[in-house]
């Protein structure tokens, strides 16, 4: 119960952090010692006094049950997971096109910035970026991203924590609420995301710890815990869209007995739910629709063109009817990748049932099914269709995570031989489906030197709680030593991500790919020859353009910050007004596009470089090969694919200051 309210507290007080200094575009170093100094300040004058965690006896409890053993192994795999995501840089799809790219730009920007771009990256643009701010948070320190697999680790690790709590709050047994935590925790749709930097286990995480203290709440009526619900609620009504309704049937269900809230303790609650606030303010006065992309036509709300479930038809694969989505979900692999939620789909259920018959705290309990019912109904939405009709299935078993979360909840109270065998079922087949794939040599030295230092760190924690029982004078030696450790460690474990980082890429483009949570496009990552040519010593001002394929969904733009985020990356607009035009739309390209305007803003924006990513079919690739006396090419793949364009300034001061007669005719 500490380690959950510590955390959760940590977790708010660090999205609060980023909102302020985002305010006044300090997110940076200096801005962050001081919010930590803050947080330290208020912890020293409000947490003296407060519970210590006993982590010997925890683990001594736990190496007393069978359970406590099985879920041991599912920490092992865990971990694999976690050394391999340490050893490589990331890989998963929606982190290379906007989650690290965000959390990249906010730390280069001093906060929250504008990023517009055509296709989905300006649906990306009103997606709440709260859990980026977290990875944003990891990423501050160095400037790299070795950390952001620790962070997805945490939200793993946090939200079974606080499921295993709620179980146990509602008079679940250790042994069932060990399982039932385990299921979840198994299931491939948490497990394999574990190091990939989506929002998803962010999201588990944030609901767990809602539930926890909803029920706590329901049984203490003290304020502490009340606020404790909504700060939780809060964080994950903005981690995503897809979690707001979970969210929303706790929420209600909370705010019946909110009334017994001190007045004290209402000012706090309305202050824990802010941070959810600014992401749907900002939506709701720039689009008028407060969830855009999303559109809701009752409210006459129109969401992004390219979120609506028409605009994808005929670009993914239509599945062989209902059987062939549940085998998905259940057990096939997709591309040799498994991120469905597996087994546990079908037996946390059938747990539940059977638990829910004979067991007390009825409200609570019909809150947390009523929260597995919202979430196969969001499944089963028209807004869903093509999601559950076509290949995109095998990657969605990440919205079920709350359903699956409430049902655990209820199934942990189970009884029986069959039931316990059940439950043993559902985290064995789930942490096998979810078990590392796709290995490549290229992955041998970074990973054995990624043990290595595991097993140092192992050491080192052993070393500390020794000098902690040594008085006065062993703690501070133990303190220190531990610190210097520590950035020793960090600072060779970035020396041997860099060392291989592209030498990973070349193999996640190849075939057969490299690939953690599931494979990357090999067009697409084949652009890994400008990333690498393009990560130097010297800071770039890089602008980018790719052409629209299938989904909108193939701007790989994080790679191209660098590995110590040294280089910048804009969409440069090429209409005479600056507005952005998604490239799906040929006919407003032609009619819009500008060629001097777009010179002006390369100008202006001063670039350093033009990077044409696949398809190479934009106007902007168009002019570039048009003009060699103003760009040159200094970068590319070898199927040319993608190419990189050095921009001659003094050329380009030239042709500009010429009104253009220094230019060829557009083509």
């Known amino acids: 119960m500490v380690l959950s309210a510590v955390s959760l507290v940590l977790l708010w007080w660090a999205v609060a952090g980023f909102w302020t200094l985002s305010a006044v575009q300090r997110f940076d170093r200096a ?15 409000w947490g003296r006094g407060g519970q210590r965690l006993r982590w010997r006896s925890l683990f001594e409890r736990l190496r007393a049950l069978p359970e406590g053993w099985l879920w041991c192994g599912v920490l092992a795999v865990a971990s694999l997971r976690l050394l391999r995501s340490l050893a490589a840089p990331p890989l998963a799809w929606d982190a290379l096109t906007y989650h690290l790219y965000k959390a990249g730009r906010f730390v280069q920007t001093g906060g929250w910035a504008r990023e517009p771009a055509p296709d989905t990256g300006g649906a990306y643009e009103y997606l709440s970026p709260l859990v980026e701010s977290l990875y944003a948070w990891s990423l501050l320190p160095t400037h790299r991203d070795g950390l952001v697999p620790l962070v997805g680790f945490a939200f793993w690790g946090l939200g079974q924590v606080a499921l295993y709590g709620t179980a146990r709050e509602l008079g679940a047994g250790r042994r069932g609420s060990l399982l039932a935590s385990a299921a979840v925790a198994a299931s491939p749709a948490a497990l394999t995301y574990l190091g990939s930097a989506y929002v998803d286990l962010a999201g588990l995480a944030f609901f767990a710890l809602g539930a926890l203290f909803f029920c706590r709440w329901r049984r203490t009526r003290r304020s502490l815990d009340g606020v404790l619900t909504v700060a939780a609620l809060g964080l994950g009504a903005g981690a995503k869209l897809t979690l707001v309704p979970a969210v929303a049937v706790l929420a209600v269900s909370f705010l019946f007995t909110a009334r017994s809230l001190t007045g004290r303790g209402k000012l706090l609650a309305l202050g824990a739910v802010g941070v959810a606030v600014p992401p749907y303010l900002r939506s709701w006065l720039e689009t008028g629709s407060p969830i ?36 998905l979900l259940l057990f096939a692999p997709l591309g040799g990748a498994f991120n469905g939620p597996g087994p546990a789909l079908v037996i946390l259920p059938l747990l539940a049932i059977v638990a829910f018959a004979g067991s007390g705290r009825r409200l609570e309990r019909g809150v947390f099914a009523l929260v597995a019912v919202v979430s196969l109904a969001l499944f089963l939405s028209p807004a869903m269709v093509l999601i559950r009709t076509t290949t995109m299935a095998a990657t969605t078993g990440r919205y079920f995570l709350p359903g699956l979360a409430a049902l655990a909840i209820l199934a942990a109270g189970f009884r029986g031989p069959w039931a316990r065998a059940l439950a043993w079922l559902a985290v064995i087949g789930g942490a096998w489906l979810a078990r590392p794939r796709a290995w490549s040599a290229s992955e041998a030295v970074p990973l054995a030197v990624v043990l290595a230092l595991a097993v140092v ?19 501070r030696v133990a303190i220190v030593s531990a610190a210097l450790l520590i950035g020793l460690g960090t600072a060779a474990l970035e020396q041997v991500r860099q060392g291989h980082r592209y030498e990973i890429y070349r193999a996640a483009a190849e075939r057969p790919p490299l690939f953690h949570l599931h494979r990357l496009h090999g067009a697409y990552a084949g652009a890994w020859p400008l990333w690498q040519a393009l990560d130097g010593p010297r800071p770039l001002r890089l602008a980018v353009t790719a052409g629209w394929d299938r989904l909108g969904h193939n701007w790989y733009r994080y790679p191209l910050l660098g590995s110590r985020l040294q280089n910048q990356v804009f969409y440069v607009p090429i209409t005479a007004a600056g507005e952005v035009v998604d490239y799906r739309d040929e006919t407003a390209i032609a009619e819009r596009a500008d060629r001097q305007a777009w010179l002006r803003r390369l100008r202006a924006e001063r670039i350093d470089a033009v990077v044409s990513l696949a398809p190479r079919w934009t106007v902007e690739d168009q002019w570039l090969r048009a003009a060699p006396q103003l760009f040159r090419r200094v970068a590319g793949d070898e199927r040319n694919f993608h190419a990189a364009f050095g921009v001659d300034s003094v050329a380009l001061e030239a042709a500009l200051a010429g009104a253009g007669e220094a230019l060829p005719a557009s083509p």
């Not at 801005?31 to 004058?45: F, I, K, P, Q, T």
């Not at 070393?463 to 006065?472: D, I, P, Q, T």
């Open 31 to 45: 801005g962050a010692v001081l919010w930590v100094l803050l947080l330290a300040l208020v912890g020293w004058r």
């Open 292 to 327: 855009f992309p999303v559109g809701l036509e009752i409210f006459g709300w129109s969401g992004h063109p390219l979120a609506a479930p028409e605009a994808l038809a005929g670009v993914v694969d239509t599945l062989a009817g209902p059987f062939a989505t549940a085998a």
């Open 457 to 475: 760190a192992i050491a080192v924690v052993a070393g500390v709680r020794r000098g902690l029982a040594l008085g006065w004078l062993g703690t």
